[in-house]
């Protein structure tokens, strides 16, 4: 079993909807939280961090994490077609600064 | 300001030959990871350099080699490419807790 899970869609929604992306994970040491957007043929870039329980808005993300039951979200308001890209959840232990573990990634396309 | 940069962009082997994977970044950041991504998979990563000098196994190890040149620098070294090898390979350096990446390396083992 995968420490990180993630469904990999892919998801197509139209814009303008309100997009949910999800992780689960295993490992109760689990406690800094990532979401990295990778656009085709290019490198991931970081989008979100949070730390620990609770939610973080940056203009239309939101990330959500529930330690309770080991679940974190990424919320889209008001998608675009610039949205469109696959999107990696990413997670470590207070210990493990050198080792990010990465969901399998969730292709997302926004339809105009 | 570049950074992070790998060379090549693309490269197709046959099986058993060797090549190198070269990454180099800019921001002076201590720590460099070299990762592979594969369909379903995710990244996982191969090695890492905490610090100039240093280097260690990350999660898929086997069939690759490493060298951190200088703090700029960290290289991946294939010495008898496999099928299995075919994939993307990302470079990343790492301020704090954010990971910079470069724009990758399609290779393919044939």
């Known amino acids: 079993q995968k420490e990180v899970e993630q469904d990999p869609g892919p998801l197509s929604v139209p814009e303008g909807a309100i997009v949910s992306l999800n992780c689960t994970y295993s490992n109760s040491a689990f406690q800094y939280f990532m979401w990295y957007r990778q656009y085709s043929r290019k490198g991931p870039e970081l989008l979100m961090y949070?730390?620990?329980?609770g939610n973080k808005e940056d203009g239309r993300f939101t990330a959500q994490v529930d330690k309770s039951s080991k679940y974190i979200s990424l919320f889209i308001r008001d998608s675009q077609p610039s949205d469109s890209a696959t999107y990696l959840c990413?997670?470590?232990?207070?210990?493990?600064?050198?080792?990010?573990?990465f969901g399998q990634g969730t292709r997302l396309t926004i339809n105009p | 300001n570049a950074g992070v940069t790998q060379t090549p962009k693309f490269q197709v082997l046959k099986t058993g030959q060797s090549m190198t994977l070269q990454c180099a970044q800019d921001m002076n950041h201590n720590s460099m990871y070299w990762y592979r991504q594969d369909p379903g998979m995710g990244l996982r990563l191969i090695y890492y350099?905490?610090?100039?000098?240093?280097?260690d196994k990350g999660e898929v190890p086997n069939g690759y080699n490493v060298s951190r040149l200088n703090k700029r620098e960290f290289s991946l070294r294939l010495e008898s490419a496999a099928p299995s090898q075919t994939s993307v390979y990302f470079c990343?350096?790492?301020?704090?807790?954010?990971?910079?990446f470069g724009p990758g390396t399609r290779l393919t083992v044939l």
């Open positions: 949070t730390y620990s329980s």
């Open positions: 990413a997670m470590r232990s207070i210990q493990g600064a050198q080792k990010l573990v």
């Open positions: 990343a350096s790492r301020q704090t807790d954010t990971q910079y």
């Open positions: 350099s905490a610090s100039e000098g240093t280097t």
